[in-house]
């Protein structure tokens, strides 16, 4: 009878559509960040750590003060409960100091690390360890990026692949007709280091590319931030005062989430088709779509309001 109970148990789940299936695998992830300067890392940094989808293997500062990005990546970690998760930092460079809109932060509490390793040994030595199995997110400029494939391409290309926010890739236009077309230009994250994108574009790793195209128009508006920011729980109260210490430091009420839609897409890939294109990144930082296989899979359109709603259910439910 009990045999009988359970055939018709199942059978039941079946028809109904639920799988019997054992959940998949945790996706294997790091996250290459220049955390501090504008605030969507942060709220990346966030998204990742409400999703169960993901193993974070570690984050990876990038760009700049990485000292600094370092401590901020320690204190959220820590005031969260996740001082498991590994800090790598990459070289430090004397370029755009004076665009760490969150420092205060970055300088305060008491969770920071007294040694962090260095970030392109770490991404090369998880992509050993774990073979074809590792997906490396960049939502920031390239260098450990570059550093990483200069000291072993081999290694390099044992990751399963990379996801990056960056580049320009067509003409945009608003939809409401108000601000004029945007032609594509030298996107941040590319032109901080060209050397590093041209070796990405060449790499021999799958790719994919959520330019501006995709990006752009991820606006927080007030709605949603009031929202997220209602919800109180330790992650969205750190986004809050992270926010408003970016608002004071840039003058502006409105963030625009880049960053989070390289994750987004991951844990839900209608919120950002891709199509295969041919990518080449020229001495100026230009990305441009030119002829030849496909080197890349790249996002160039984005719901925002279908990424605002995925987006603040997941981080507030967390």
């Known amino acids: 009878m009990r045999n009988l109970t359970a055939i018709a148990t199942a059978a039941f789940f079946i028809a109904c559509g639920v799988s019997q299936a054992q959940p998949a695998a945790p996706e294997k992830i790091i ?29 990876s500062a990038s760009f700049g003060d990485t000292p600094a990005r370092a401590k901020m990546l320690d204190r959220m970690l820590g005031e969260l409960g996740r001082s498991d998760i590994p800090v790598a930092q990459g070289v430090p460079a004397n370029v755009n100091l004076n665009a760490f809109t969150q420092r205060r932060y970055a300088e305060g509490g008491s969770f920071a690390r007294a040694t962090h390793p260095a970030s392109a040994d770490f991404i090369l030595g998880q992509a050993r360890r774990y073979p074809g199995q590792v997906t490396l997110v960049a939502i920031g400029p390239l260098p450990n990026i570059g550093a990483a494939i200069d000291k072993d391409p081999a290694a390099f290309r044992m990751l399963k692949r990379v996801v990056i926010m960056g580049g320009s890739i067509r003409t945009m236009t608003d939809p409401y007709g108000v601000v004029p077309p945007v032609a594509p230009h030298p996107e941040w994250n590319i032109k901080n280091d060209i050397v590093s994108a041209q070796k990405l574009f060449k790499a021999g790793v799958p790719l994919e590319v959520l330019p501006l195209d995709s990006t752009a128009n991820l606006k927080l508006h007030e709605v949603a931030r009031t929202a997220l920011f209602a919800h109180g729980s330790m992650l969205t109260n750190i986004l809050a005062g992270l926010y408003y210490e970016w ?49 890349a899979q790249v996002c160039l359109k984005s719901d925002a309001d279908a990424f605002l709603h995925f987006y603040v259910k997941r981080v507030a439910g967390h």
Do not use: K, W
């Not at 996250?31 to 984050?59: H, N």
């Not at 844990?267 to 030119?290: F, Q, W």
């Open 31 to 59: 996250i290459d960040t220049d955390i501090g300067d504008d605030i969507d890392d942060a709220f990346a940094l966030a998204l990742a750590v409400s999703s169960p989808e993901f193993q974070l293997l570690g984050f």
């Open 247 to 295: 608002s004071a430091y840039t003058r502006s009420p409105t963030p625009i989430l880049y960053d989070p839609m390289t994750l987004a897409s991951l844990l839900d890939p209608s919120l950002c088709p891709l199509t295969p294109m041919h990518i080449t990144v020229d001495d100026a930082g230009n990305t441009m779509e030119t002829p030849g296989a496909p080197n």
